[in-house]
């Protein structure tokens, strides 16, 4: 299959004590680069996560956010520390007989005293087994995502593709017929110019310009190239920089062509392919 380098998804996973949330976009790049955007809690989680996407991904800027959100404790869910308690009122007790005047603790201070409901803190390092498995989901959609979008500009390269075949298609006939008009013109003028020189001379002069704007080669390679357009489209994978490659080849052809045309049909048809092949460079742009 086919992928753009554009993608997007999302997802969030309830745990024990809060909520994760992975969210994964990318855009084009000639390589593949990460941009990680974790809290310092889950840092450690970075390497993980940078070798599941790196085993599925293989161009663009990915840009992968991580975040936690703790969810508030229930009520049901608290349970006083007993010996705190019993400390802070002995403590209390002692205060207030040494200093009468002191206000007592209230229950407010004591529900808000560190460590009054046991040790609160989370133990990040439990997250790796949850937090890959929602990379995992994420990966799936979004790969998903690049892939439909990947099958949209095939599709857009193919319509391109058989435009280009069927200007090929239209100007191949007329070649032959132009090229033996033109050389006939050329013939008549070396004629005039050079009076009385030998056919044999003239006749020289005429076949070495005729090699000189025989376009032939230039056309079946533009077919041969298209040719391999469409197989690596359907090889699928990560083709961009092949593709790429491939237009480079096809803008050389259709330029030798302009350069060794002489008649309209093939300028015109030059300038046709030239314009078609940018259309499919921009598309290309974006395949993974």
């Not at 993608?7 to 990680?36: C, M, P, W």
């Not at 040790?119 to 929602?134: E, G, H, K, R, Y």
């Not at 979008?149 to 007329?174: F, Q, Y």
């Not at 030059?270 to 078609?276: A, E, G, H, T």
């Amino acid at each position: 299959m086919i992928s753009s380098m554009t993608g997007y998804a999302v997802k969030t996973r309830d745990i024990e004590r809060g909520t994760l949330q992975l969210e994964l976009k990318s855009v084009n790049s000639r390589y593949l680069d990460f941009h990680f955007r974790i809290s310092e809690d889950l840092r450690a989680l970075e390497m993980p996560l940078r070798e599941l996407l790196a085993s599925r991904l293989a161009r663009g800027k990915i840009e992968c956010r991580l975040s936690f959100n703790a969810s508030a404790a229930r009520a049901d869910q608290l349970e006083l520390n007993a010996d705190l308690l019993g400390s802070l009122t002995v403590l209390n007790a002692r205060v207030r007989e040494a200093m009468p005047e002191a206000r007592p603790l209230s229950v407010n201070d004591v529900l808000r005293w560190p460590g009054m409901f046991g040790d609160q803190s989370i133990d990040f390092a439990t997250f790796n087994a949850p937090v890959l498995a929602l990379a995992r989901e994420v990966l799936d959609e979004f790969t998903a995502s690049r892939g439909r979008e990947g099958e949209k500009l095939a599709a857009m390269i193919v319509d391109r593709v058989n435009a280009m075949r069927d200007i090929v298609r239209n100007v191949a006939p007329r070649i032959p017929e132009a090229q033996a008009l033109f050389a006939d013109k050329l013939r008549q003028r070396l004629q005039e110019a050079l009076g009385n020189a030998s056919d044999d001379r003239i006749m020289q002069e005429v076949a070495v310009f005729a090699t000189r704007i025989d376009v032939a080669e230039e056309l079946s390679r533009l077919g041969t190239h298209l040719d391999e357009v469409e197989r690596v489209l359907r090889q699928g994978g990560a083709s961009g920089k092949r593709l790429d490659f491939l237009m480079q080849e096809l803008n050389r052809e259709a330029n030798t062509l302009g350069s060794k045309s002489a008649i309209t049909e093939v300028s015109q048809a030059s300038v046709d392919l030239k314009l078609l092949i940018e259309q499919m460079r921009e598309q290309i742009q974006n395949l993974e």
